[in-house]
């Protein structure tokens, strides 16, 4: 047998995406049998010296930099992994394609579509592959959806249904972060939590054509990290939009981390004309579907699906049917679908999100504010 290809990882960031992603790296090599390529904790970087030298240590990365640049130059990277805030998405990723670098990056992929183009460009100028962390595609119960919609089993796709609720802002008290000023994150609730709703209308049922939008900021003035003074909030906290889809499907989107009681709750639904299917992120293990009478599946009843069976997406590689999978390894399957493309040179799309999906994504996003902030109807070019 020959020996794997080992990829190394350098990271921007350790915070939550870094330690899911981390996560995954070193989780793989040994739950994927074989794994398409064995990762190599290379470098990461941070700003704060102290904090990076002890994520380095943690995690387990051979070297560790205070400066993005140096992360880039480096040569034992050959992966710019990239968490680091929205503000710092562009640059690395560019540089790091300029250098040869292949790149996976957290959404939302910009700040804006412009950044966006900006990406996706040198990215395809190098040839690099690109991948952007849209880790829900990766879910088995998302994924079997998928497989459903695109084999016709819910015949002619009518509506496209989906929210994604938290509750971490409710509270006047929160600080003003990096996520709520439009210069280091773009937007609010939409980029944060919007960008996946988007995505997954995109992977499931086709591209979104117009829409129409609202938004709002209910705490305009936040106190800042460390007690000093208040900051200005210039981006949504909540927003909720009307789609229309290629084919004539109609579609709803809304998200916001103004739902008092919801942690983490993102659903979707999907009806066509066969049959419908309803998703709950927080019981992630379970797809519900329904057919029309006489379909596949019986009498036209909402049917529970476990999808932990052997024969369903992602499931060889964990444990015996039943036994449930959880958030974490959705960036296993991710990741591993990432290293796969660069070890044996295959496509990332359609089933990874690409540095284009990343690109529309946004087309749609700016669509959604200017639409908000102009009280029409805006067409996605």
Known sequence: MDALKEIGVGM??????????????????????????????????????AAVAAAA????????????????????????DNGGSNDVHAAPCIAAAEAGKH?????????????????????RHARVKHMVAFNYRFVPAVRLAYDLIRDGRLGEIRHFRAAYLQDWL???????????ARETAGSG?????????????????????AVMARTKTFIT???????????????????????????????TLEATRFALGRKNHQVFEVNGSKGSLS??????????????????????????????????????????????????HTFVHEIAHLLDAIANDRPVAPIGATFE???????????????????????IG
């Not at 990056?105 to 950044?115: D, F, L």
Request: with cysteine; aromatic share 8%.
């Open 103 to 123: 790149l996976l990056c957290e959404k939302p992929i910009a700040r804006n579509a412009t950044e966006a183009k900006q990406m996706l460009d040198a990215a």
């Open 57 to 80: 240590a943690r995690y387990g990365f051979a070297a560790h930099y205070t400066d993005w640049r140096r992360l880039v130059a480096d040569p034992t990277v050959e992966l710019l």
């Open 170 to 180: 409710t509270s006047a008290d929160s600080p003003r972060t990096w996520r709520l």
């Open 279 to 328: 998703f709950n992120l927080e019981r992630l293990n379970e797809l519900n579907v329904h057919w029309a009478a006489g379909g596949p599946g019986g009498t036209g009843g909402w049917t529970e699906v476990l999808v932990t069976e052997p024969t369903h997406p992602f499931i060889a590689n964990w444990w015996p049917p039943g036994h449930v999978l959880g958030w974490e």
């Open 357 to 379: 999906d990343g690109y529309r994504n946004a087309l749609i996003c700016d669509a959604i504010l200017e639409s908000a902030a102009e009280g029409r109807r805006v067409e």
């Open 221 to 251: 003035e936040r106190p800042l990290p460390g007690g000093d003074g208040t900051g200005r909030v210039d981006v949504d906290d909540a927003f909720a939009a009307v789609i229309e889809l290629e084919g004539g499907c109609l579609g």
């Open 12 to 49: 921007l960031g350790y915070a939550f995406m870094g330690k899911a992603h981390v996560n995954a790296y070193r989780t793989l090599p040994y739950m994927i049998d074989p794994p398409p390529a064995l990762p190599r904790l290379a470098a990461i970087a941070g700003r704060n010296e």
């Open 189 to 209: 609730a939409l980029g944060d939590l919007g960008s996946h709703l988007v995505d997954l209308a995109r992977f499931l049922v086709g591209e979104p054509t």
